[in-house]
């Protein structure tokens, strides 16, 4: 972690050549003709990279809470991350309480355009679901029922409105259900949500592989993964979870990427789902977060970075008060600091210049959606662009 550190020199010169992109916007009259030395300015409103944050929804919406403060908590919310996740709204032995919320959350990502995470469909332990769900262990058939329709409830019910479910949460420590159904049996699952919304992008998740790491484990993780893609499984995503609680030490960037390096072999993408850094000292909490942030976004095999502990609410309502961006008085620590420098200001591209003679202005930036500020003699047009690796040239028409 030391300032001259070759790996972190060598991964922002990753970023700047990888993960930035050769874009142009191209300026055209009502009649569709190009119109040179118009003014454009660009600035770039959310990331295609998922940097996100785990969100607990009823400090959102409950109105148990003061509107000032439910609403402040979206603000800041809508500020800090361009993805969510809800951190046990979704889970199958929660969301019957979490209903009241859903609706509203989703509205307000679509508003606030922040794709989201659906955590979890299968956390394949009894205790993990409702507690009817225990009474099926001695009847197989009864179990896989339960299960299969809870994927199609949720999917279907959620269908176009979440990018991207873990499909099966935890399957080295979590596995009752295919210790009892088979192995085989995740291949279904997983199967079954492409059946229910095929958009939606299937994950698998866990922990104890990229940092805190147990070769133990990630070498099952591993060969989890290949054996589920051997038997026809359509899993399109890896996630790892990345706690770092204050009893373990932390791991070395180089490792991390590493491990990032072994995992992509798979060539499916990789996702840091569940990031939380927890220490006292405030000033390693933030050099950390910073080359952990540095060395993910430098990795090209990977598409997304969520922390887990934005928030720390108040006493027992998170896991590790210490680890959260937030205090409970909504005062942002150095750690948050860093993630907002990184995401919203060093990794957020503003560009301005004039059209060329073809009614165009070339760019290098980040991908994602932009806002777009075109200006042709008194005329002031304002839009929104999309600029993706797959979709580099956008016409803006002014009518």
């Not at 499916?268 to 080359?291: G, H, N, P, S, W």
Request: glycine share 8%; net charge negative; aromatic share 12%.
């Amino acid at each position: 972690m030391h300032d001259g550190a070759a790996w972190r020199q060598a991964a922002l010169e990753r970023i700047e050549r990888q993960r930035k992109q050769d874009f142009s916007l191209s300026v055209v009259d009502a009649s569709g003709s190009p119109l040179a030395n118009a003014t454009v300015e660009l600035e770039l409103d959310r990331h295609d990279f998922g940097f996100g944050g785990g969100l607990k929804l009823s400090r959102l919406f409950d109105e148990e809470y003061s509107l000032e403060l439910r609403t402040r908590y979206r603000e800041l919310a809508s500020r800090m991350f361009h993805k969510t996740v809800a951190l046990n709204a979704f889970k199958w032995k929660h969301v019957d309480n979490n209903l009241q919320y859903i609706d509203a959350f989703l509205a307000w990502c679509a508003e606030n355009q922040l794709p989201v995470r659906g955590h979890t469909l299968v956390w394949p332990r009894f205790r993990r679901a409702p507690a009817r769900v225990a009474q099926l262990r001695g009847d197989p058939e009864q179990l896989r029922s339960a299960i299969d329709g809870h994927i199609e409830r949720m999917v279907t019910s959620y269908r176009g409105r979440i990018a991207e479910w873990d499909v099966i949460n935890e399957p080295y420590t979590e596995h009752e259900y295919m210790d009892i159904l088979g192995g085989g049996v995740a291949v279904d699952w997983l199967s079954a949500v492409r059946e229910h919304d095929p958009a939606a992008v299937r994950y698998i998740n866990d922990f104890g592989v990229l940092t805190r790491p147990s070769r133990q484990h990630q070498d099952h993780y591993y060969d989890y993964i290949g054996w589920l893609l051997e038997n026809g499984a359509p899993l399109q995503g890896i996630g790892l979870q990345a706690h770092n609680p204050a009893r373990f030490p932390l791991e070395s960037p180089v490792d991390m990427l590493r491990t990032l390096d072994r995992f992509a072999v798979y060539g499916l993408d990789l996702q840091i789902t569940e990031f939380d850094v927890e220490r006292k000292d405030r000033d390693l909490q933030a050099r950390y977060t910073m080359d952990f942030m540095i060395a993910v976004f430098s990795h090209p095999a990977t598409v997304g970075l969520l922390t887990w502990t934005p928030f720390e609410y108040g006493n027992n309502i998170v896991s590790k008060p210490e680890a959260a961006f937030f205090d409970r008085d909504l005062e942002l620590r150095p750690h948050g600091e860093v993630w907002n420098l990184l995401v919203n200001q060093y990794w957020r591209t503003r560009e301005s210049g004039a059209t060329g003679d073809a009614g165009r202005l070339d760019f290098r930036g980040f991908p994602g959606k932009y806002n777009v500020r075109v200006k042709a003699g008194s005329a002031v047009h304002r839009a929104a662009a999309e600029f993706l690796p797959q979709q580099r040239s956008i016409t803006v028409s002014l009518t």
